[in-house]
């Protein structure tokens, strides 16, 4: 009842982001950024994210982080977090001053959501080699929630977190703060996970799960979620709900691209050749299927053209 409440609160203050068939995102959440100790779970991860984001930035993608990307409740002081991964945050950075950069928050990086705590950490950075500070993310300005639609057929895919009507990582967010901090983070510096989270409790997650499919139906809206750390891409075409998974996963993270004007779920995961020599590679899990395919709405106006479209091939080398 509170997702759905939650959801059409975020749907009404969503930032709005236009796409056509030049359009090109990248959706990644889930990644948990933290300061590199033994308990930053990034850590393990955080090459194959950064060539996966460095992938994006090469050929022209707008990348969307959906939450949780950096893990501000178990480690306070982001400057500890921008010091453990520099190359990341450098590459965010270039995405970031090209405007190809949209950034959600999640339950736990909500501070981004305090202009002030944006301003003081996220604005300028500090170089320790030159010791000097410099521009870092001037301006930055994160948002609850996004909607991707389609500029000629009004076609929308809304774009949040999950968090919304969880009720232990929303509307009672502050207290499951502090158990995080002072209790719970711990615990998981040994390997025991939080209850509270969706991530471990299969049946938490089925519930959140049926919520979402619930708001997609009264709704009639595609919706791209994380937070479950569950990738999902739509099979039935009448409940279009895409998870894009996590970050965090060993040795592999997810992404949902959307190129062409179709969408598809892929993994980046550390292969190893005949050779033994490791490398890292992108794959396609699933799909593409144009996002049209998922379009719900039971006014939609028909949108073929009498032109055909070009054929755009949707390989890209790594």
Not at 31 to 51: P, Y
Not at 221 to 235: D, E, P, V
Request: proline share 3%; glycine share 6%.
């Amino acid at each position: 009842m509170f997702t759905k409440q939650r959801l059409n609160e975020a749907y009404k203050r969503a930032r709005v982001e236009y796409i056509d068939a030049d359009a090109k995102y990248a959706i990644v959440s889930d990644a948990h950024r933290g300061n590199g100790n033994m308990s930053d779970e990034f850590a393990r991860n955080s090459n194959i994210f950064l060539r996966a984001i460095r992938h994006y930035y090469n050929y022209g993608y707008v990348l969307i982080e959906a939450g949780d990307g950096d893990e501000l409740i178990e480690y306070s002081e982001f400057e500890h977090i921008k010091n453990a991964h520099p190359d990341v945050y450098g590459c965010i950075k270039r995405l970031y001053d090209e405007d190809r950069y949209i950034r959600l928050w999640g339950n736990h990086d909500l501070y981004i959501k305090n202009k002030r705590f944006v301003r003081k950490n996220y604005y300028t950075n500090y170089d320790e080699f030159n010791e000097t500070k410099f521009d870092f993310l001037k301006g930055f300005e994160p948002v609850e929630s996004l909607i991707l639609r389609h500029r000629h057929t009004g076609q929308e895919l809304f774009v949040a977190h999950g968090q919304q009507g969880d009720a232990p990582n929303d509307q009672f967010w502050f207290f499951t703060m502090l158990s995080l901090k002072y209790f719970w983070k711990f615990f998981h510096h040994v390997g025991i996970k939080n209850p509270t989270s969706p991530v471990k409790n299969v049946s938490k997650r089925h519930r959140m799960e049926k919520n979402y499919i619930e708001w997609i139906e009264e709704n009639k809206t595609a919706l791209i979620c994380g937070h479950t750390h569950r990738f999902k891409f739509a099979k039935n075409k009448n409940e279009p709900y895409f998870n894009s998974g996590c970050c965090i996963y060993p040795q592999y993270i997810t992404a949902l691209e959307i190129k062409n004007e179709e969408i598809q779920l892929v993994r980046w995961q550390v292969k190893v050749d005949q050779k033994g020599s490791l490398s890292i590679k992108r794959e396609v899990m699933r799909g593409p299927e144009p996002i049209s395919e998922f379009d719900i709405r039971e006014d939609k106006k028909d949108t073929d053209s009498s032109t055909p479209k070009e054929t755009v091939s949707n390989k890209e080398d790594d």
